[in-house]
């Protein structure tokens, strides 16, 4: 079972900035990782996915171009860059596993290991 904890997440004004960090505590260079989210009142969904070098990226259609997964695989850990944010951005943002597959992953019930998230917030 890897563990991640999921750190940046805050209150920012739309049209801002928010970077998020999730750490692994074990190796995750053979794994997809990608992130999730839940709006108030809405089903957890999908949101960016980064294969296992790096090198192949998958985004949900409302953040392209304004959001960028990167990942540090001596670090064990994954970044979400939030630009351009919009109210309609607001959740809990999740980052996540699927140990072994070392594709992209856009299926949520796929991946194997969860963080607790992190709340972000945008004001308009």
């Known amino acids: 079972q890897v563990q991640l904890v999921e750190s940046g997440g805050g209150l920012v004004q739309a049209g801002g900035s928010l970077k998020l960090s999730c750490a692994a505590s074990?190796?995750?260079?053979?794994?997809?990782m990608g992130w999730f989210r839940q709006g108030p009142g809405k089903e957890r969904e999908f949101v960016a996915s980064?294969?296992?070098?790096?090198?192949?990226?998958a985004y949900t259609d409302s953040v392209k171009g304004r959001f960028t997964i990167s990942r540090d695989n001596a670090k064990s850990t994954v970044y979400l860059q939030m630009n351009s944010l919009k109210a309609e951005d607001t959740g809990v943002y999740y980052c996540a596993v699927r140990t072994g597959f070392r594709g992209t992953t856009t299926d949520r019930t796929l991946y194997d290991s969860w963080g607790q998230g992190a709340q972000v917030t945008v004001s308009s």
């Open positions: 074990g190796r995750t260079f053979t794994s997809a």
């Open positions: 980064i294969n296992w070098t790096g090198g192949i990226t």
